[in-house]
């Protein structure tokens, strides 16, 4: 079994944050990462590692190479951190003990495993960070490659892991959303292939484009909270933006059963719709999570 290490985009993270997001947003059964260093959490000169998932079992970390590959995170964000003194004795430490108990053989970052070449996960040079230490046992880290626009679903990607981490300059899960609107997030299937890198700026707009006024959309979207009991004009537009993308129910009905009353059927095509684009923010309550998403379903629509 390989073992490879993840530095992690996100300063100041730590593993409740991991395990959150990895279960309640990305729908995965753990946390992703088996072992993961902490350099804020120092004891006797060394890094705490923290043991998070069994290593005999596998983890959802790297697609499909998860049945090879042991998942190690650093917590922090390496384009700016420098590791520790104490972190680099742990990584050693750690990386000789795997090697002893016949565990792992290879450190290699994500876009060094098959399918994620273009996922730049580590941004350093090993033997740089380390000096010579480890400079007999790892290769140079390897750059990643240019995003492919199309990309193949491997198992335990979602929208949310496949998209690039830094939204401002990548590639979104709008954006995603937007750029395949055939494609139920909830129902990924492995082999099957989504527009990726093509799909940038879909929903996101460039530097340069400034976001139309929701007045200029054909379907117009509440800007306030809304859940049942409420009434108005706000949950009229809801209602037609939901019947437009197939979400609301009374389509047989005049108007589409739209009638400005958040019901019982408006809450439950507010349920589904969450089902499929917000998964972990099922509650019936139409926010600005909920309305991010059905905007680029909008979108994605033509609307």
């Not at 309640?24 to 004891?43: F, Q, S």
């Not at 380390?130 to 626009?149: C, E, N, T």
């Not at 969450?274 to 979108?299: C, F, I, R």
């Amino acid at each position: 079994m390989a073992s490879f290490f993840d530095k992690l985009s996100a300063g100041g993270s730590r593993i409740e944050s991991f395990a959150d997001f990895h279960v309640n947003t990305n729908g995965w059964p753990e946390i992703a990462y088996h072992l993961i260093i902490d350099p804020k959490h120092v004891v006797n000169g060394k890094a705490t590692i923290y043991y998070c998932v069994d290593i005999s079992k596998k983890s959802y970390h790297v697609g499909n190479s998860n049945s090879i590959g042991l998942g190690i995170c650093v917590n922090g964000d390496y384009r700016t951190d420098k590791l520790s003194e104490a972190t680099i004795h742990s990584i050693i430490d750690l990386h000789k003990a795997l090697i002893a108990d016949g565990i792992g053989k290879y450190d290699k970052a994500h876009n060094e495993m098959p399918g994620y070449s273009w996922k730049a996960c580590c941004v350093f040079d090993y033997n740089k960070a380390f000096k010579d230490v480890l400079s007999d046992l790892l290769p140079p880290a390897k750059q990643p490659d240019p995003v492919p626009g199309l990309y193949t679903i491997q198992e335990g990607d979602t929208f949310w892991s496949i998209a690039l981490k830094d939204g401002k300059k990548g590639v979104t899960v709008n954006d995603l959303i937007a750029a395949n609107p055939d494609v139920k997030p909830s129902e990924l299937k492995v082999g099957q292939t989504i527009k990726f890198g093509a799909a940038k700026n879909s929903y996101t707009p460039t530097l340069e484009t400034l976001k139309k006024p929701q007045s200029d959309y054909q379907y117009p979207l509440p800007t306030e909270v809304l859940k049942k009991g409420k009434r108005g004009d706000s949950v009229s537009q809801l209602q037609n933006a939901l019947a437009a993308v197939h979400f609301y129910p009374n389509k047989n009905a005049k108007n589409h059963g739209v009638d400005g009353i958040f019901g019982t059927d408006t809450e439950n095509a507010v349920r589904r719709f969450q089902m499929v684009y917000v998964p972990h923010q099922v509650d019936g309550v139409y926010g600005p999570n909920t309305k991010e998403k059905l905007q680029a379903v909008l979108k994605s629509k033509g609307y």
